[in-house]
């Protein structure tokens, strides 16, 4: 069974002060992982789609990163618009259903 | 700009009602997919279709029914509502295979059961 995993559940951070989310998955075979972020009371929001072990991708402040059992979500300087819920998900090659993690909330304080 | 739009933002409906949720998407996508967020569960699939007349059950379909008579519009039924049933449900579509971008959400549907 497809296992994706979050951590931590939830981060406060101070304007400016970087940090890392983390999304381990344990599938057999996978197509794609996808970020999203999420406010409140609203549905998520697509920012990445990665492919393959190695495959970086930036938006503003937002970095993700691949390997082969996880991805990590970085957020360099963030500001309290960077305040949110992320999610991750991951697609296999033999489903086309997204299996999400539960999901890291982030708060950044000014 | 493309859209997934659900019909209710916020919904009071009573223990035993049935209760209809709607969901349309603009981006002609095959598929499509109602799921359910709760605290410290994540999203969880209720029913998803991949053509019109289509449905298969995800991992929590207990409760819920679906209808997808035309491609656009993907229903959520509540047969009969009950108090475990509050929650935030959330309509998506994607096209075949999902595609590069995964799923296009609506903004969700705060469903209280009373």
């Known amino acids: 069974e497809d296992q994706v995993t979050q951590s931590p559940e939830a981060l406060r951070l101070q304007e400016g002060e970087s940090s890392s989310l983390n999304c381990s998955y344990t599938v057999s075979g996978l197509r794609g992982l996808f970020w999203y972020r999420q406010d409140p009371g609203k549905g998520p929001e697509f920012l990445f789609t990665?492919?393959?072990a190695g495959e970086e991708k930036e938006k503003e402040r937002l970095k993700a990163t691949l390997t082969k059992k996880e991805s990590f979500l970085h957020i360099t300087a963030p500001k309290p618009e960077d305040s949110a819920t992320y999610l991750c998900?991951?697609?296999?090659?033999?489903?086309?259903?997204?299996?999400f993690g539960a999901g890291t909330t982030v708060t950044v304080r000014a | 700009d493309v859209k997934v739009t659900q019909s209710s933002r916020y919904l009071v409906k009573r223990t035993g009602e049935k209760v209809f949720l709607e969901c349309v998407q603009d981006m002609d996508h095959e598929n499509m997919f109602w799921y359910r967020q709760d605290p410290g569960l994540g999203l969880r699939l209720i029913y998803f279709?991949?053509?019109?007349?289509?449905?298969e059950k995800g991992d929590i379909p207990e409760g819920y029914s679906v209808s997808r008579e035309k491609k656009e519009r993907f229903s959520l039924i509540l047969e009969s509502a009950s108090t475990n049933q509050t929650s935030m449900y959330l309509c998506a579509s994607s096209l075949p295979g999902t595609g590069g971008s995964g799923y296009t959400f609506g903004s969700g549907t705060r469903l209280t059961v009373v």
């Open positions: 279709s991949y053509d019109v007349k289509m449905k």
């Open positions: 998900a991951v697609l296999t090659f033999d489903d086309y259903k997204l299996s």
């Open positions: 990665l492919y393959s």
